[in-house]
């Protein structure tokens, strides 16, 4: 029976632990640290493009989430529509409206053409129904219970080496709510909605990463891989998180087709530019408002290129199937292009709706068109997606791109938001070419706002001066972008004259110089391209019927005549110097008391400052960072250890496996390229980079963070022969605990120290129990728990001991008494035996010889808690017999041990002098024989002490070593 209940308990504590981790793992702050959030400022969005996101449901907002129910076919964002949403298995359903036996693309949904509202139109021929999607894209107005639209969205998009915007759900989770209050959006600076974007995928067991942009991180388990989990792939699965299911995206892009359809990439190579695509389900691509990419239906992952250099458009279904196939067609086919015409000056009439003269399947150069993407979420199960392109617009804006390319060669330096200064200005009066001479005094086109850059852009009017201007910096992929242009009707045909212009600052000066005959200018290693580049802007129909209105842009010289050859773009290009560069700095951060784990992640910020002097003058300059680290836009540089973060940095593989609890990484090497001292401060900091406070933190893991912030100092001089040198770095450091110093390699040592706190009793008891007579005041017993294999005492327990001991006597109450608390180190199993002292002030008493195993089983959960769980049992008996097995396990903490009274009887006298001598005699007899028996007794039990094996019995000794004493 004790067996039985004991594994009820060990079950019932089994059970109450797996819930409990279950709860912890859904909780929203744990999830919050699980998936890291992408600083915003590393998001940016395609130049003039509007991303619409809209939420639909089928009876209220949290009713979306839930499982598909039949009585949905006919409610909510469903109610008299052909087009349904549903969990793609609904038999009832026609068959546009469910999910192929081999998920197959359902071709035909809507019409070729885009309707008068700018929406999808449903095609009668497979839908019955010839109505207009607007009640699902219609960002103005959110449809009641049915739908709520967030028009607007930014923060989706990250921007690669090469210049493309691509968003991948495979990489990266999305949200438009923060991981705290899954009601309420984000807005950013401009009102419009905020995405919130994290390192790590939100992955299906089945299905993949998914794309869930309604649902918050705060309702989705983590998961081992540092991202987090859903389940969507079991039917009913989805009731429990939330999943939210049953939603739309447009984005619509204005762009011009560049010269040759390909655009200057980041890297300052020539590409293709290319629109991409895969995911599922419904997404129908639109260009100029004709179909060019029909991927209807709810599907498997299907794909979409449209290549508009080449003109080529590729739809892929079935993607990573056996049934995977593509079909092939041209932009010119979809959208009817027509052949070029030219008027008697050679110049194109119809360049807006002509396919290139040289690639027939494609746009003319410099024609201006639109693409609109239209994306549904109907099937409720998988939900991916993939989006990227290179498509560059500036139908309404000014923009330049900035490049800078390592010394003589085409190697392309990465930029950093924010770095470099531009200049537009923009000229009074009306400009006629032909004249070469203005026709009246108006007041150029300029920017009104900012357009993806944290800086707005600010203009200024000289009227005397006769000139506007307005500065800009540029933005992580290099653009310059001053914002949109404001214009109507009235402006077309009005042409004005402008000049964009690089402003190095040198001693907080911009630095001007217009002679192309000059090397430039050369300022911290880079040599800048200062020659201006003038264009004149014009404001023409690109759509008479519709009156949308553009700008053309002619490139020009000086004097504002056209340039023979058009580039299309406004490029400026610096070079860099030849830099010296450091050997890496290196480090190392241990994790005491524990090893690392899949998931560990740590960061660090680093600070640098410079001074140079140039021709006897000290200035203060930028120090660069090394190469593995992120300057952000506060100019702090960022850098992280352990599984993904900050630069995607991985250098703890030895360490994530488990088998060490320290990591050895470097901060990378800096280039120099200006002669100077250089210092960098290092310390550790927390996501929003902010340096750990001196007063120490300990985050909710259970780690204490090293304090410790290291000053590295280079030196960078210049030779006889005109290179440069830099110095071994000079470390010193502030350290946070006795651990963190430069060890002998030169490595900067943080350690982390995992402090976790004990949850559950460790506390072990005992109860003297006396058998035969009532306890007296000189009752005292000893108890001693001796630790094995080095298992940690009791607090208070004298360091070095290997056992403690607890009394009771007959004050303590019920008899009982604990041993203090335990403090546990560390996850494992302790062990120890429990004996009672033989020694007691009653010779009548047979003290107990009862011998107890403890075990204490302690688990860490890697956040900071550990949990005790305590095992009692019984390997000897009171007698000192071992008990066979592993002994008779014990409901409890606490042991028992029974002492027994010995009581010698003494028989009264009786009858005559004769009788009382010979009853004497017999008493004296008796006496003399009881005292022998227990004194034989005693010698017997003595003896059966005294060769009792040296373990206790029960630990270590065998059964059949000890033999059972028989009772008459």
């Known amino acids: 029976m004790r067996k039985i209940v004991a594994a009820i308990i060990a079950w019932a504590l089994t059970i109450a632990i797996v819930f409990t981790a279950g709860l912890l793992n859904a909780d929203g702050s744990a999830q919050a640290a699980a998936l890291a959030a992408i600083d915003p400022s590393n998001t940016i969005e395609p130049a003039g493009s509007q991303l619409d996101l809209f939420n639909y449901r089928f009876n209220s907002y949290l009713g979306t989430g839930f499982d598909y129910q039949p009585s949905y076919a006919n409610t909510g964002i469903n109610s008299n529509h052909a087009l349904k949403f549903s969990d793609g298995e609904q038999s009832t359903m026609k068959p546009f409206n469910r999910r192929a036996a081999d998920g197959s693309l359902t071709q035909g949904i809507v019409q070729s053409r885009l309707g008068s509202d700018g929406s999808p139109v449903l095609s009668s021929a497979v839908t019955g129904s010839n109505e207009s999607l607007g009640y699902l894209f219609n960002a103005e107005y959110s449809g009641g219970l049915n739908k709520r639209a967030y028009p607007s969205v930014s923060g989706l998009f990250q921007m690669d080496s090469t210049g493309r915007y691509s968003y991948d759900s495979s990489k990266n989770f999305a949200s438009l709510f923060p991981a705290t209050d899954a009601d309420d959006p984000k807005r950013d600076a401009e009102g419009g909605y905020q995405a919130s974007l994290y390192s790590a995928p939100c992955t299906d067991s089945v299905y993949g990463a998914q794309f869930l942009p309604f649902n918050a991180v705060a309702g989705l388990p983590s998961s081992a891989s540092g991202g987090c989990s859903v389940d969507i792939h079991t039917k009913g699965a989805n009731t429990k998180q939330k999943i939210r299911h049953w939603f739309g995206m447009h984005l619509n892009l204005d762009f011009t087709q560049p010269d040759n359809g390909t655009i200057l990439s980041a890297d300052g190579i020539y590409r293709p530019m290319t629109f991409t695509f895969s995911g599922n389900d419904d997404v129908w691509v639109f260009l100029d408002g004709h179909l060019a990419g029909d991927l209807g ?74 693409l609109d993407f239209f994306y549904l979420n109907r099937g409720g199960r998988e939900s991916s997606l993939k989006l990227s392109s290179n498509i560059m617009s500036s139908s309404r804006q000014f923009v330049a791109h900035k490049t800078l390319k390592r010394g003589s060669s085409d190697a392309v330096q990465p930029l950093h938001a924010g770095e470099f200064t531009f200049r537009l200005t923009g000229w009074y009066g009306q400009w006629d070419a032909e004249q070469a001479t203005t026709t009246d005094a108006s007041e150029p086109l300029m920017p009104t706002t900012g357009f993806e850059t944290s800086n707005p852009t600010k203009v200024t009017c000289d009227a005397s001066a006769g000139t506007c201007t307005a500065t800009q910096t540029n933005t992580i992929d290099g653009m310059v972008m001053f914002g949109d242009a404001q214009f109507d009707a009235a402006s077309v045909h009005h042409t004005y004259r402008y000049a964009i212009q690089e402003l190095p600052m040198f001693d907080g ?84 008391n524990r090893k690392w784990r899949q998931g560990d992640r740590f960061l660090f910020s680093i600070n640098g400052s410079g001074t140079a002097t140039i021709d006897g003058q000290t200035y203060q300059v930028e120090a660069p960072m090394p190469s593995n680290v992120v300057r952000a836009s506060d100019g702090v540089g960022r850098f992280s250890i352990g599984t993904g973060g900050t630069g995607g940095i991985e250098p703890c593989t030895a360490a994530m496996n488990g088998t060490q609890n320290h990591c050895d990484f470097t901060f990378g090497s800096i280039g120099f390229s200006t002669p100077g001292t250089y210092t960098y401060t290092i310390a550790q900091a927390w996501e929003n980079g902010v340096t750990v406070p001196d007063s120490g933190v300990t985050s909710a893991n259970g780690i204490t963070y090293s304090q410790a912030v290291y000053t590295a100092t280079f030196t960078v001089t210049e030779t006889s022969a005109g290179t440069l040198a830099v ?45 035969g007579r009532p306890w007296q005041s000189t009752d005292s017993f000893t108890y001693t728990l001796t630790a094995l294999d080095g298992a940690p005492l009791p607090a208070g327990t004298t360091q070095g001991a290997t056992s403690a001991t607890v009394t009771v006597n007959a004050s303590s109450k019920d008899h009982q008494a604990r041993f203090p608390d335990i403090a546990f180190p560390s996850a494992g199993t302790y062990q120890y035996t429990l004996t009672q002292n033989s020694a007691g002030a009653d010779v009548n008493l047979l003290h107990s010889a009862a011998v107890f195993h403890v075990t204490v089983t302690v688990s860490d959960d890697g956040n900071g808690t550990l949990a005790a769980t305590m095992k009692l049992s019984r390997t000897a008996d009171d007698e000192g017999d071992s008990i066979s097995g592993s002994g008779q396990e014990i409901s409890g903490s606490v042991a028992d041990f029974s002492n027994r009274f010995l009581r010698v009887v003494m028989l009264p006298s009786a009858g005559g002098r004769g009788q009382a001598q010979t009853m004497d005699t017999a008493i004296c007899v008796a006496a003399a024989l009881a005292v022998c028996a227990t004194m034989l007794c005693a010698v017997s039990a003595i003896r059966r002490r005294c060769t009792r094996p040296s373990e206790p019995p029960g630990e270590l000794g065998d059964a059949s070593q000890s033999s059972k004493r028989e009772h008459n």
């Open 509 to 592: 000066k911009p630095v001007e110089d217009d002679d192309a005959a000059t090397p430039g200018f050369q300022y911290q290693g880079i040599t800048y391209d200062l020659d201006t580049r003038y264009f004149t802007a014009s404001v023409e129909y690109r759509d008479y019927d519709s009156q949308d209105l553009m700008l053309h842009i002619v490139m020009c010289d000086k004097t504002w005549k056209p340039l023979a050859q058009q580039t299309g773009s406004i490029d400026i290009v610096n070079r860099s110097s030849p830099t010296v560069t450091s050997a890496p700095l290196q480090g190392r951060l241990v994790l005491d």
């Open 297 to 370: 239906g709810i599907h498997t992952a299907a794909g979409l290129t449209i290549d508009f250099s080449s003109g080529k458009v590729e739809v892929t279904s079935g993607i990573g199937t056996a049934n995977a196939k593509t079909a092939s067609s041209t932009i010119s086919s979809l959208v009817g292009l027509q052949a070029p015409n030219y008027d008697s000056n050679g110049l194109m009439t119809n360049r807006d709706s002509a396919w290139d003269a040289d690639r027939t399947g494609t746009f003319a150069d410099r024609s201006r068109h639109t």
């Open 727 to 771: 110095s071994e770095p000079d470390i010193t450091v502030k350290p946070g605990a006795s651990g963190d110093v430069a060890n002998e390699d030169g490595r900067m040592v943080w350690t982390n120290r995992y402090i976790p706190s004990l949850s559950g009793d460790t506390a072990i008891g005992v109860q003297a129990t006396i058998v």
